[in-house]
């Protein structure tokens, strides 16, 4: 079991930056797939970045590549999305995931845990 727990969202304007962070736990956790989604108002819940369990292969949605990065800790149980020059598109819940299995996806239905989600709001 895993339970995860999501921090650091909040309101900056156009162009700034946030970090967001997801703790981990769980004895399993260093062995899991790693994801953040993001769901907008009225929109579907997408894949926005993942990282392997070890941090060696990394993934990214077309959408946030160049401007987010994914990191994890391995001691310290901690996941992270830095988002870099944000747009007001990228208002929406950003959500920790995790899954056991080995082929990264980014399908959300495939994801075993979720966090309760941290807002983010871009302003114009």
């Known amino acids: 079991q895993v339970q995860l727990v999501e921090s650091g969202g909040g309101l900056v304007q156009a162009g700034g930056s946030l970090r967001l962070s997801c703790a981990a736990s769980?004895?399993?956790?260093?062995?899991?797939?790693m994801a953040w989604f993001r769901q907008a108002p009225g929109k579907e819940r997408v894949f926005a970045a993942g990282?392997?369990?070890?941090?060696?292969?990394?993934y990214y949605a077309d959408s946030v590549k160049g401007r987010i990065t994914i990191s994890r800790d391995k001691a310290e149980n901690m996941v992270y999305l830095q988002m870099n020059s944000l747009k007001p598109e990228d208002t929406a819940v950003y959500y920790c995931?995790?899954?056991?299995?080995?082929?990264?996806?980014?399908?959300?239905?495939?994801?075993?845990?979720w966090g309760q989600g941290t807002q983010v709001t871009v302003s114009s």
């Open positions: 769980g004895s399993t956790f260093s062995s899991y797939f």
């Open positions: 995931a995790a899954h056991g299995r080995v082929i990264p996806t980014t399908d959300p239905g495939t994801y075993d845990f």
């Open positions: 990282i392997t369990w070890n941090g060696g292969s990394k």
